[in-house]
C-alpha cells in the first residue's frame, strides 16, 4: 500500500515549500522525538483521514527539524512530539498564532493532537474534493442510525439495520460542517453505501434554508461570528448566507473593538433586520431574557446546526473543538480508525528559550556519549585508559541524565502554562459575553431609573433640555436667547438621545438640541447645519415632510469615530420639532 504521508529528509526544502506561493493544498508537518516513543503522533491516522486533501509530512526532531524552524517566521516551527497545519494562503507567516502548534505530552494528548490536526485541516476546505473514479459497485440505498461521533466531528459512526456499520466523511458532505453540528445521536439517516470503503453519502439529506421563511424583521436570531476584526466581523446565519456587521451595530461605544466584543467562532445571538429591503444584523439592544428563533438545520431531519453556548472558537484564541460523544467500534472496515474525540487542548504558547536550549544540549550530549562508546570499543585492550574513559563516560551519563531532568521541568511548566492559557481564553470568550450583555443592560437600567422620576419620557426630555439650556446659556445671554414656548420633540427623539450609554454624548446632545432651538447653531460654524437630502449626493433635494416641514442636519461632535447627529424639522411657521439623535452614517429623518 503506498504511503499518504512524506518523510522529511531536508527540513529548510520543507520550509521553502511552504513558504513559497502556488500550493492548492494545507500542508500538515507532524514532528516525532526519537526518545518519546510514548507520546508520538499518529501521522498514519491523519494520512489516513486527510490524506487526500492535504500535503503530510513526518519530520524527526533534531538537526533537519532545527533547519526547518531557522527556515520559517519566528514562531511558526514544530518541534518535539508535535503538530502544525500551514494554509496554502500563506497568511499564517504574518500571524503564526493562525495556525496552533499541537503538542503531545502523553498518549491521550498526541490522541487529541491527531484529531485537532485533522480538524484543523477540514477548516481550510471550501470545495468538497470529489471521489476518484473507479470500476465500483453501484452505491445502495441503505437506512441507518448515528452512534456516535470521532475525530473532532468529522466522522460519524452509523449502525445500518444489518448490524452492520459504516462511517459518514465530514470532506464529502455539502456543506462541510462538522457532523456533530449537522446530526445528532440516535438519530435515523438514509443515504447511498459505497461497500468497498464502507463509507456513507447523505448528500441527499441536504435542506436549504430560505431566509424569508426563516426569520422576520426583529427576531433574535443565532450567528457565527467566522470572521473577527477591530471595525466590523462577518456573521454567518447559515452557510452561503453571511453579512458583514459594523462597529456601530456591535457597540453604541465607538471606543469599543469589535473583536474585544466578539471572539472568532462564537455563537451570537444577533438581531435580524431588514432596511430598505436589504437584510442587516446588530448586536445592539439584545435581550438575555428574550426568546432567540432556533437556527435552521442544514440535513432533513437533523439538529439545528448553531446552538446557543456551543461556540466552534477560532484556532488563534481559544484552539476548542468540542465533545460530541466516542467511537471505538470493530466488525466494519475502517472502523477501528475512529478514535474518541475529546476537548482538544488549548492552543501551545511558544516553547521557551530555556527548553529549546536544553533539547539542543541534550542532542551534544547525546553525540558526546556516543563518540565515548566507540573509543572504548577501540581501545578494549588499552588497560588504564579504559577505566579513564569509562569514568569521563559515567560523568557524562550524570551530566545527560541532569539535563534530561531539567527538560522534564520545563516541560512540565509547559504543560502547567497550557492549562493556564486555556483558562485565561476561556474566562476572556465569557468577558467579551458580558460585556455585550451589561451594555444592553445599563441602557435598560438607565431608562428605568429616569422613568421611576417622570410620569412619561416626554416630561424628562423637556427636564433635560431646560436644565440644559439653564447650564450652557450665559446669565447676560437668557433673554436673548430663550427657549422658545412651543418647540416639540418628534416620536423618535427622546428613545434616540437615552439610547447613548457613553459618557458626555446625551449632555453634548442636549447642548446641541438647546442651540438649535435657541437659533445659535445657525451662528455657529462648528454645528454644520445644512439641509438633509434623500441621500448623500449633493444634487438631491432637501427632505420635506407632508406639512411643509423641512429636515436639517446637525453636527453634535467632530473628529470622532461615529460622530452623532441632530436631525431636526423647521415647520412653516418657523418653529421647530426635535426629530432623532443618530450616528454619521444614519440619514433617515
Known amino acids: 500500500m503506498e504511503q499518504a504521508y512524506a518523510v522529511v529528509t531536508s527540513g529548510k526544502e520543507l ?30 491516522h491523519i494520512a489516513r483521514e486527510v490524506g487526500e486533501l492535504a500535503e503530510v509530512y513526518w519530520l524527526e526532531n533534531g538537526a533537519e527539524s532545527y533547519a526547518f524552524g531557522d527556515s520559517l517566521p519566528a514562531g511558526a516551527h514544530v518541534f518535539g512530539n508535535a503538530a502544525r497545519v500551514y494554509s496554502e494562503d500563506l497568511r499564517w507567516m504574518t500571524d503564526v498564532h493562525r495556525r496552533p502548534l499541537r503538542m503531545a505530552r502523553d498518549r491521550q494528548t498526541a490522541a ?72 445528532d445521536l440516535g438519530q435515523s439517516v438514509e443515504g447511498d453505501l459505497n461497500d468497498e470503503d464502507r ?66 467562532g462564537e455563537v451570537v445571538v444577533a438581531r435580524f433586520l431588514r432596511e430598505h429591503g436589504a437584510v442587516a444584523l446588530s448586536l445592539l439592544d439584545v435581550d438575555d431574557d428574550a426568546d432567540v428563533v432556533e437556527a435552521p438545520a442544514l440535513l432533513a431531519g437533523g439538529t439545528p446546526w448553531l446552538r446557543s453556548g456551543r461556540n466552534l472558537a477560532e484556532q488563534s484564541t481559544s484552539g476548542r473543538t468540542f465533545p460530541a460523544g466516542s467511537a471505538n467500534v470493530t466488525g466494519a472496515p475502517g472502523a477501528a480508525d475512529l478514535e474518541s474525540s475529546a476537548v482538544a487542548a488549548g492552543p501551545a504558547p511558544k516553547p521557551s528559550a530555556a527548553l529549546m536550549s536544553t533539547q539542543l544540549q541534550l542532542e551534544v550530549e547525546r553525540g558526546k556519549v556516543a563518540a565515548l562508546q566507540e ?15 569509562q569514568r569521563q563516560q559515567d560523568a557524562l551519563r550524570l551530566e545527560l541524565a541532569a539535563e534530561q531532568l531539567i527538560a522534564e521541568s520545563a516541560r512540565a511548566a509547559l504543560a502547567d502554562a497550557e492549562v493556564r492559557l486555556s483558562r ?4 476572556l470568550l465569557g468577558l467579551k459575553a458580558y460585556k ?40 447676560s445671554e437668557k433673554a436673548r436667547q430663550a427657549l422658545p414656548p ?22 453634548k446632545a442636549l447642548k446641541a438640541a438647546v442651540e438649535v432651538l435657541t437659533g445659535a447653531a445657525e451662528r455657529n460654524a462648528a454645528r454644520e447645519v445644512h439641509p438633509l437630502r434623500a441621500n448623500p449626493g449633493g444634487d438631491t433635494a432637501q427632505v420635506v415632510r407632508g406639512d411643509g416641514a423641512k429636515c436639517f442636519r446637525a453636527a453634535i461632535e467632530q473628529n470622532v469615530a461615529s460622530a452623532r447627529r441632530l436631525h431636526f424639522w423647521r415647520l412653516p411657521d418657523g418653529t421647530m420639532e426635535l426629530s432623532r439623535v443618530v450616528v454619521h452614517d444614519d440619514f433617515k429623518p
Open 424 to 427: 485565561r481564553q476561556e474566562e
Open 486 to 507: 412651543g418647540w416639540t420633540a418628534g416620536p423618535e427623539f427622546a428613545a434616540s438621545l437615552y439610547s447613548f450609554t457613553e459618557p458626555g454624548v446625551v449632555a
Open 112 to 183: 487529541r493532537a491527531a484529531d485537532d490536526i485533522i480538524e484543523d485541516v477540514l477548516r481550510l476546505i471550501t470545495v468538497v474534493p470529489p471521489k476518484p473514479a473507479t470500476a465500483r459497485a453501484r452505491p445502495r440505498r441503505v437506512q441507518g442510525t448515528v452512534k456516535a461521533f470521532a475525530s473532532a466531528g468529522s466522522r460519524a459512526l452509523i449502525e445500518l439495520g444489518d448490524g452492520s456499520c459504516c462511517t459518514i466523511q465530514r470532506e464529502h458532505v455539502v456543506p462541510p460542517v462538522r457532523l456533530d453540528w449537522m446530526l
Open 436 to 475: 455585550r450583555r451589561t451594555q444592553a443592560s445599563l441602557k435598560r437600567a438607565l431608562a428605568a431609573d429616569s422613568d421611576g422620576l417622570f410620569a412619561s419620557s416626554g416630561e424628562r426630555l423637556r427636564h433635560d433640555v431646560y436644565l440644559a439650556w439653564a447650564k450652557n446659556v450665559p446669565a
Open 199 to 264: 463509507t456513507l453519502d447523505i448528500n441527499g439529506l441536504k435542506t436549504a434554508p430560505r431566509l424569508a421563511e426563516l426569520y422576520r424583521p426583529g427576531d433574535l436570531v443565532l450567528a457565527l461570528a467566522e470572521q473577527v476584526g477591530s471595525r466590523n466581523t462577518r456573521l454567518t446565519l447559515y452557510p452561503g448566507s453571511s453579512w458583514t456587521v459594523e462597529q456601530a451595530r456591535v457597540s453604541s461605544n465607538p471606543l469599543d473593538t469589535v473583536d474585544s466584543l466578539v471572539t472568532e
Open 15 to 44: 520550509a521553502l515549500r511552504l513558504t513559497a506561493a502556488g500550493r492548492t493544498k494545507p500542508a500538515a508537518v507532524i514532528s516525532w522525538h526519537p526518545e518519546q516513543r510514548g507520546n508520538r503522533i499518529d501521522v498514519e
Open 375 to 389: 573509543l572504548v570499543a577501540a581501545a578494549s585492550r588499552a588497560g588504564a585508559g579504559i577505566v579513564s574513559l
